[in-house]
């Protein structure tokens, strides 16, 4: 936004934004407004600095307006502000797709574009299913999701995800024919872990049980978020993503991995399907893939996935899919300067040396008051605080509050504070984010 965005903001605007995943009563009361970025920092509306301890939303690895972005914007705006996708191309999303798939490690894959992570899950849900119809197995329609699982608000979404809150007024909404294994986070084995736990792979061999109960035969695919993000940083047990990779091969299930947090470097590899070296049949990615600067995500698909559309007359659509936006030229523009800017830089290697710096620093909160558990797994980490009795949710945000008067934006979600810094933090100013929790903790006690 250009000029100051706050000179005149009254109440009349205030109550016009029905804000998204917001106390909006209290903020209404209490505006928190972010005037501009730059780097690592945002800049408030009351002029104070915070160093964004989120990357935005998972999304900012560059930080906030990097030169490169900005100028690919500006000149893919002033070039080609929009081209549609349906039966017209623009070479550069073509270009992007194909760099996308050998970013990844996986070549022969197929791209499809969408705007955001939650169409990026329902789209690789719609993949999924169609594919089975495809090859002539139209009963493969189930789709088993997890317990405490984000994949974003679509309808889709919602049904495969696992969070209550984010499910119960829509159940009439949600689609049939999903089942879900159980979450893998229990605090009394693997409390304060570094990384993986080592507790928890046989978690997986509830899919055992679902195909058993449900038949293999009726089973479309399995959606995870190999490292879920959304709920707080639960990090798979050691072993844990393997045994699902073979027994979903093994019952000619699909895989899918939810990358939207993971893709393009969180974990310290391009994706987290590398971190764990398991390769699904499918990812979602979003977020990152371009600094979030406009938005944009997408879906990688293997070649045999791809192949099993392409059957009957070429003149005829082959998947009844799309969105106006898919592809857009501004966000295929972003994505191609944040990967120029990512490998050029080479700063997923520098997620990757950041990344013991936060374990090591997260965990010296441990004993602080308030800390109920520490978890870390590259350049994330969690820290789940005791609730105030009968009022839950209050304690995370009042450290958040806390820590935001001190300098610092993290991430408060129920019972928790994430951080997940921007790739071109310095260790410095890792270590100076979870000073200002501890700060924010003892404030909050
Ligand atoms: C794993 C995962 N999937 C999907 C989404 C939804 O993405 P969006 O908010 O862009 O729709 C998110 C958002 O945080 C996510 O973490």
New binding site residues.
């Given amino acids: 936004m250009i000029g100051d965005p706050t000179a005149g903001l009254g109440e009349p605007a205030l109550r016009a934004w029905w804000m998204p995943f917001t106390h909006n009563r209290h903020f209404k009361a209490h505006p928190r407004l972010i005037t501009s970025g730059k780097g690592a920092y945002y800049t408030l509306a009351d002029g104070h600095r915070v160093f964004d301890g989120l990357s935005g939303?998972?999304c900012c690895p560059l930080g906030h307006s990097p030169d490169r972005v900005v100028q690919a914007v500006q000149r893919q705006v002033a070039t080609l502000d929009f081209s549609p996708s349906f039966q017209m191309g623009h070479p550069a999303a073509f270009s992007l797709a194909e760099r996308i798939a050998r970013f990844a490690g996986r070549p022969n894959d197929r791209v499809f574009f969408v705007n955001?992570?939650?169409?990026?899950?329902d789209t690789a849900l719609k993949i999924a299913v169609a594919y089975h119809r495809a090859r002539g197995e139209s009963s493969r329609t189930r789709i088993i999701g997890r317990e405490r699982?984000?994949?974003?608000?679509?309808m889709g979404?919602i049904s495969v995800g696992g969070i209550v809150s984010n499910r119960k007024m829509f159940a009439p909404l949600m689609i049939p024919g999903v089942d879900h294994l159980p979450h893998t986070f229990d605090p009394a084995q693997m409390g304060y872990s570094r990384g993986q736990p080592e507790w928890g792979a046989h978690l997986a061999d509830e899919l055992e049980r679902l195909v058993t109960l449900h038949d293999a035969s009726n089973i479309a695919a399995v959606i995870v978020?190999p490292m879920?993000?959304?709920t707080g940083v639960i990090v798979p047990p050691r072993g844990y993503l393997k045994r699902l990779r073979e027994i979903c091969t093994r019952h000619g299930i699909l895989l899918i991995f939810?990358?939207?947090?993971?893709g393009f470097g969180r974990l310290g590899t391009p994706f987290a399907a590398d971190f764990f070296d398991v390769q699904p049949d499918l990812i979602?990615f979003?977020?990152a893939v371009n600094n979030a600067a406009v938005?944009l995500?997408g879906v990688l698909a293997s070649e045999s996935i791809y192949d099993a559309f392409m059957s009957g007359p070429e003149h005829l659509i082959e998947f009844f899919h799309g969105y106006t936006y898919s592809a857009h030229p501004l966000g295929v523009a972003a994505a191609h300067a944040t990967l120029d800017e990512l490998l050029e830089q080479r700063l997923i290697d520098r997620a990757a040396h950041l990344a013991p710096v936060l374990e090591e620093a997260i965990h010296s909160l441990r004993g602080e008051p308030l800390v109920a558990d520490i978890r870390n797994l590259g350049l994330a980490a969690a820290v789940d605080v005791t609730p105030v009795p009968g009022k839950p949710a209050l304690r995370a945000f009042q450290v958040f509050e806390q820590a935001l008067s001190r300098g610092l934006l993290p991430r408060f979600t129920g019972e928790t504070i994430a951080l997940a810094p921007p790739f071109i933090s310095t260790e410095d100013e890792v270590r100076n984010a979870v000073e200002i929790l501890r700060a924010a903790l003892r404030a909050a006690a």
Avoid: C, F, M
């Fill in positions: 939303l998972w955001s992570g939650s169409e990026a899950v699982g984000y994949h974003g608000v679509g979404g978020e879920q993000g959304s939810d990358e939207v947090i993971t979602t979003a977020k938005p995500g």
